[in-house]
């Protein structure tokens, strides 16, 4: 079983329409906390990315905020962090999350999360890391996503244990049950006859 000393959260700067949004990303920072977990994140103080950095932090965690100088003022950096981490481009932020992170979950979020949470499964899938990754499927909001993986896999563009990597719950302490239990699969079984590409 992995050692999960630190998850990163990807969710959206925005609280979303419903408050059950923001409720479950409180929710599973406070027990992320309780379990003295620390939270690897985007480092903004708005949204649900605010939403869980304050209930961890008023809980006691550790919260570690990366975010790009371009999207500091835009996206207003949280004060009052355990640190805040600014690199220069989006890309040194993933990798930076990634390096902190022994998994990771999505929370509800637009376009930049399931950029995010795609890419961490992809780097597990291809072995460039070895990390669980699991969708946090608020009031089932990732339902489509979880449809269109299996369509994925249906049509022939993904193997059985490849969807299985992306793990998917609606509660909180189930979905950090699944992520402890997760069992990295061997990279070498990527595909049948051939190597991964270079990331």
Not at 41 to 67: F, P, Q, R, S
Not at 115 to 126: D, F, G, K, P, R
Request: contains cysteine; glycine residues 10%.
């Amino acid at each position: 079983m992995p050692t999960l000393r630190r998850i990163c959260l990807y969710a959206g700067s925005s609280p979303g329409a419903d408050p059950v949004y923001a409720d479950a990303a409180a929710s599973l920072a406070r027990l992320l906390a309780d379990r003295g977990i620390g939270i690897t994140y985007g480092g903004a103080a708005v949204g649900l990315m605010g939403a869980l950095a304050d209930a961890a932090l008023d809980a006691g965690g550790e919260v570690i905020g990366v975010l790009p100088r371009a999207l500091q003022d835009r996206e207003i950096g949280h004060g009052r962090l355990t640190r805040l981490e600014v690199v220069e481009t989006m890309h040194e932020r993933k990798a930076r999350m990634a390096e902190l992170s022994d998994a990771f979950i999505a929370l509800p979020g637009g376009l930049g999360t399931l950029e995010e949470i795609v890419e961490a499964a992809t780097w597990t899938m291809l072995g460039i890391h070895l990390k669980p990754v699991g969708l946090l499927s608020v009031a089932g909001y990732y339902a489509p996503l979880e449809t269109l993986l299996d369509h994925a896999h249906d049509q022939g563009f993904q193997r059985s244990e490849h969807r299985e990597l992306v793990l998917s719950d609606g509660e909180p302490v189930e979905l950090l049950e699944r992520l402890e239990a997760w069992q990295p699969m061997h990279p070498s079984r990527w595909t049948p006859a051939q190597t991964p590409p270079p990331a």
